[in-house]
């Protein structure tokens, strides 16, 4: 597996590519203060400013994110992250999954001062939330750089086919339809989720 490189055309919203080595992290950590309003990724040597989520896309982000804090609060086996956060990958993208969710011990070991910034983590899990508009072919490649990077366990849900992939920390893909229930398995012990009860 591994994430590929792409033209700007076949990214949503803004993409420009960085030329003579591109933004130091701090450089890319200062533009982003200086674009709050805006999300903005890092990947590929390219800065992709993407577009406010739709009312649609954004209510079902909300559902989700509603579900993955109520199992957190429950088991309390570690700390959850809404679409606004950022995270520095081991390959130097800087990403920001419509859901994430780190292990507590693992959140426990980032210095203090670097969870103020883009924490230098892959998450456990992910999860993106397709929109209409979204290229699906991107989603994926964006999928498996997380699980490249180390993330366990990936959700790529897609309302429009109304299915969700689940990829593997071993490389493995299932497409799951929203009718069965997905599992959490070893990474988030214990969270179950049935997608047509809440799209």
């Not at 919203?13 to 950590?29: P, S």
């Not at 897609?158 to 069965?180: C, H, L």
């Amino acid at each position: 597996m591994g994430a590929t490189a792409k033209s700007p055309s076949a990214f949503p919203g803004i993409a420009f590519k960085l030329l003579n080595g591109g933004m130091t992290d701090e450089q890319f950590y200062q533009f982003c203060l200086l674009n709050s309003e805006l999300r903005i990724e890092r990947a590929n040597q390219y800065i992709i400013i993407m577009p406010p989520t739709n009312s649609e896309t954004g209510n079902k982000n909300f559902k989700f994110n509603g579900e993955l804090y109520t199992w957190n609060k429950l088991h309390k086996l570690g700390v959850g992250f809404d679409s606004s956060t950022g995270f520095k990958l081991p390959n130097g993208s800087d990403r920001s999954p419509d859901a994430a969710w780190i292990r507590q011990d693992r959140w426990d070991a980032v210095p203090e001062e670097m969870r103020h910034r883009f924490a230098p983590i892959a998450p456990d899990f992910v999860a993106e939330i397709r929109s209409e508009d979204q290229d699906m072919a991107l989603l994926k490649d964006k999928m498996e750089e997380y699980i490249d990077n180390g993330c366990r366990l990936g959700w790529l849900i897609d309302p429009k086919n109304r299915k969700t992939m689940v990829y593997s920390e071993n490389g493995d893909i299932q497409t799951i339809p929203f009718e069965s229930v997905l599992s959490g398995g070893d990474v988030l012990k214990g969270f179950e989720l049935r997608v047509s009860e809440i799209f």
